[in-house]
């Protein structure tokens, strides 16, 4: 297995050279879902190319995981919630190390280690199973509860899709959380306003995600979630306040680098075609981390 080299944690201001890099990255990223998603014949671009930036900036170097060090009782905890959005998933974490590049084009088939939602049970480096939503705030609440029971310095990290604050165990969990005082817990909303069917805010009502979750004792801040400096100052600054949980909304777009694809919400199941596959790797202008089928 590839691993990676070890990354110091990164505390970068929005233009530095190493966003540009990483926004460099996210392209890339995006490049592979599309062709993952032709190769696999499976759906959910706009869904994973809306979390692409903020994946990577976790994994530029923020989370404290290590390939290596997989069960480290003082890791960080990363869980993904929005499981429909693997592709964007398995790609970074092979761009990190925690995988083979070469594995990423069997996903979705039949056999593979990759699945189109992740499985706690084929990669030794996730932490949960996700796909059914609504379960990744309760699990990591109680990861916390743990950790702080028994000393862990970890942090946990929660990336839930703005759709999935439609399930009442998110603001459950939300409020066991604010109890506990859990300030080492960070919830990252992808905020792209889509759902399978429809508008996030159509159907949740006109309530801000910050609201909410201060509504529910948390501390919250939205911020341009295709800006990398500004996810990473974020994280960086949490959390907000001493003894208090952190969100994070990130305001997205759907199928975001690819045009045709960008705030579509036909294409939360399409499949690319050959044409669409040409397009999008012409549009995003880097290379995918896998061989793309021409």
Not at 8 to 32: C, F, K, M, W
Not at 69 to 97: I, N, P
Not at 271 to 280: H, N
């Amino acid at each position: 297995m590839t691993m990676a080299r070890r990354v110091e944690p990164v505390h970068t201001a929005p233009g530095d050279r190493h966003v540009v890099d990483l926004e460099r990255q996210a392209r890339s990223i995006r490049a592979t879902c599309v062709v993952m998603a032709f190769l696999g014949r499976e759906g959910h671009l706009t869904s994973a190319l809306s979390c692409v930036d903020i994946l990577v900036a976790l994994y530029s170097g923020w989370l404290r995981v290590s390939p290596d060090r997989l069960r480290d009782m003082h890791r960080d905890r990363f869980l993904f919630s929005k499981g429909h959005a693997a592709s964007a998933f398995y790609a970074v974490l092979a761009e990190a190390g925690f995988l083979p590049r070469e594995e990423l084009a069997t996903y979705g088939r039949s056999g593979s280690r990759l699945p189109s939602h992740p499985c706690r049970e084929m990669l030794a480096c996730l932490e949960i199973s996700s796909g059914s939503l609504g379960h990744g705030l309760g699990m990591g609440t109680g990861m916390m509860y743990g950790m702080n029971l028994s000393g862990s310095r970890g942090r946990v990290v929660v990336l839930m899709s703005d759709g999935e604050c439609n399930e009442g165990s998110v603001w459950e969990s939300a409020a066991f959380a604010a109890a506990q005082k859990q300030d080492h817990l960070i919830a990252i909303v992808d905020n792209n306003n889509m759902q399978a069917v429809g508008r996030t805010d159509q159907l949740m009502g006109g309530a801000s995600f910050e609201d909410k979750f201060r509504a529910f004792g948390w501390e919250a801040r939205t911020v341009d979630g295709r800006d990398i400096g500004q996810i990473l100052a974020a994280l960086d600054e949490a959390p907000f306040k001493p003894g208090r949980p952190s969100a994070i909304i990130a305001k997205t777009v759907g199928g975001a680098g690819v045009s045709f694809m960008e705030d579509n919400i036909v294409w939360h199941y399409r499949v690319p075609s050959k044409e669409d596959l040409i397009s999008a790797l012409d549009e995003l202008g880097e290379p995918p981390i896998i061989g793309a089928p021409l």
